[in-house]
């Protein structure tokens, strides 16, 4: 078993998944003008519609692991991936275009677990952690890749746009080629299934909100250029792809950040979420956007392979991709929910400008590193009592 070729192939397959709904994003300008009848909100769907079909397939996709091979759901997925990629740029109406992004949803659904799921079955240890944060480079990797060719094709058409989804050809060449078979062996002869930890939720949890913001920058920043006079469809493609390209730094360092940082690695992360919004959110030229979203993705970039990897060393191999779909389900969700909930903000503000929403994310991102570092001080405090009684009763005893 060659793991170098097994890397290669879950790597392809990690090209192509997180960034997948939003990589016509520099596009929406383009289209928004191609469908004169359609509210901004319903554009920004064919970006977070995708997302909320992920959800539901996620689970069927774990579902399916226990009766065939991890190999075959992969490839049902990316058909599915393929059809509703490229179908959408041969509509003539708003309503077909969503319909193939959900079908490109159900596809994304099929795969991601998987995906991230075969990294355990395969590698342990450091080179488990390692292997996870190259997923992740290769998330954002894919992503760069994605947005530049869309801002490209976008500037011809916004329906040669969707043409960036053939990519998905190749992973399903170097998949065939090199991914050995897996089928999850699970416990469900015995009518015993065991229940997920209380913590795995809670790295949803984390992980739907750091998404819920994250989001914002696909899905607003060809408005954000349009509103603001800075810049094209074209522009709005190269600042997108500066943050998946820092989150593919941010991935390949990971094994070194973290050893470097330890336990102030994940607010470390979230700061710098919070830096990226704030230097958007006061900028009026393109090379400080680029900045800010750099600063940004590296953050993001961080932060994502490393909830994977502790919700991966949480669970039994058994439950991998149980965990891994409750957890990715919160990814995708909060995709879906980001138009929605920053849109509703900016009304609720009486500011709907992206302006605000950059800024009120850079707040908000900004209070949670504040809590995070009152809660590592009580902790703090609170080992440093335990270690003092404990001392007293040596000393006693």
Same mark, same amino acid.
């Given at each position: ?269 979230? =700061? @710098?979420?919070? /830096? #990226? $919004?704030? +230097? %958007?959110?006061?900028? &009026? ?7 800010? *979203? ?71 991102? =900004? @209070?949670?590193? /504040? #809590? $995070?570092? +009152? %809660?590592?001080?009580? &902790? ?7 270690? *003092? ?9």
């Amino acid at each position: 078993m060659n793991k170098r070729l097994i890397k290669a192939a879950i790597l392809s397959v990690s090209l192509i998944t997180v960034m997948a709904g939003a990589a016509v994003s520099p596009a929406l300008g383009n289209i928004a003008l191609a469908f004169p009848d359609s509210s901004e909100t319903t554009v920004k769907l064919i970006l977070s519609l995708p997302s909320i079909m992920i959800i539901p397939f996620i689970f069927v996709s774990s579902y399916l692991t226990s009766r065939y091979t991890k190999k075959h759901i992969l490839y049902v997925g990316m058909i599915f991936y393929l059809i509703g990629g490229i179908g959408g740029g041969l509509v003539s109406t708003m309503e077909l275009l969503l319909f193939f992004r959900a079908i490109l949803g159900i596809g994304v659904g099929l795969i991601m677990p998987i995906a991230t799921s075969l990294v355990a079955d395969f590698f342990d240890g450091e080179e488990r952690t390692a292997t996870m944060g190259l997923v992740s480079a290769a998330n954002n990797l894919g992503g760069v890749v994605l947005f530049i060719m869309s801002g490209i094709l976008a500037s011809i058409s916004w329906r040669a746009t969707f043409g960036v989804y053939i990519l998905v050809i190749v992973a399903m060449i170097i998949v065939f080629l090199y991914l050995p078979q897996v089928q999850e062996s699970q416990n469900k002869r015995d009518g015993v299934k065991a229940r997920l930890p209380k913590k795995i939720y809670l790295y949803g949890a984390g992980m739907l909100f750091i998404i819920l913001a994250f989001f914002s920058i696909p899905s607003n920043m060809a408005f954000f250029m349009l509103q603001e006079g800075i810049g094209d469809s074209r522009n709005a493609g190269i600042v997108i792809s500066i943050s998946t390209m820092a989150g593919f730094v941010a991935g390949v360092l990971l094994k070194r950040t973290t050893a470097f940082l330890k336990s102030y690695y994940m607010v470390t992360n979230i =700061f @710098l979420l919070s /830096i #990226g $919004f704030f +230097i %958007i959110g006061m900028s &009026n030229h393109v090379v400080m956007i680029g900045i800010g *979203v750099g600063v940004m993705g590296f953050g993001v970039g961080g932060i994502i392979p490393t909830v994977f990897d502790q919700v991966s060393r949480q669970v039994p191999r058994t439950q991998t991709v149980q965990a891994m779909a409750v957890v990715t389900s919160m990814l995708f969700l909060g995709q879906f929910l980001s138009p929605i909930i920053l849109d509703s903000i900016g009304i609720l503000f009486a500011n709907p400008t992206v302006r605000f929403i950059y800024q009120f994310l850079a707040i908000s991102t =900004f @209070l949670v590193v /504040i #809590g $995070f570092l +009152i %809660i590592s001080l009580k &902790n703090r405090k609170t080992v440093a009592k335990e270690v *003092v009684i404990e001392q007293k009763k040596q000393v006693i005893g």
